[in-house]
């Protein structure tokens, strides 16, 4: 059993920069795709980016590109989303979740495929 824990949420002025921690308890991240969802209030989960553990490709959704990044640490078990150039309509709350996958294919963007997920932190940019 894996235990997700998020940290790092806020309030941020808009061009501002937040980084979000997500560490693993239990198991190890190894063989799995760490991702960071996100909700806004009314409007569905939707995928952010990922990170493969192994080989340390990422993936981003569209609309963060060039101003997100995601890292991990293996010492720390732990994965972060660097926030940079934030915006309003990044306020949501920020979820991290880990999906069991050891081959190369890109990882998937559909939350019901992630087993494991943390509780999430706020993450408010203001205007």
């Known amino acids: 059993q894996m235990h997700l824990v998020e940290s790092g949420g806020g309030l941020v002025q808009a061009g501002g920069s937040l980084r979000l921690s997500c560490a693993a308890s239990g198991r190890t991240f190894g063989r799995h795709i760490v991702a960071w969802f996100r909700q806004a209030p009314g409007k569905e989960r939707e995928f952010v980016a990922a990170i493969s553990w192994r080989d340390s490709n990422s993936y981003y959704t569209d609309s963060v590109k060039g101003r997100f990044t995601i890292t991990r640490e293996y010492a720390k078990n732990t994965v972060y989303l660097q926030m940079n150039s934030l915006k309003p309509e990044d306020t949501a709350v920020y979820y991290c979740?880990?999906?069991?996958?050891?081959?190369?294919?890109?990882?998937?963007?559909?939350?019901?495929?992630?087993?494991?997920w943390g509780l999430g932190t706020q993450v408010t940019v203001s205007s």
């Open positions: 979740a880990a999906h069991a996958q050891d081959d190369d294919s890109a990882p998937p963007r559909e939350s019901y495929a992630y087993v494991y």
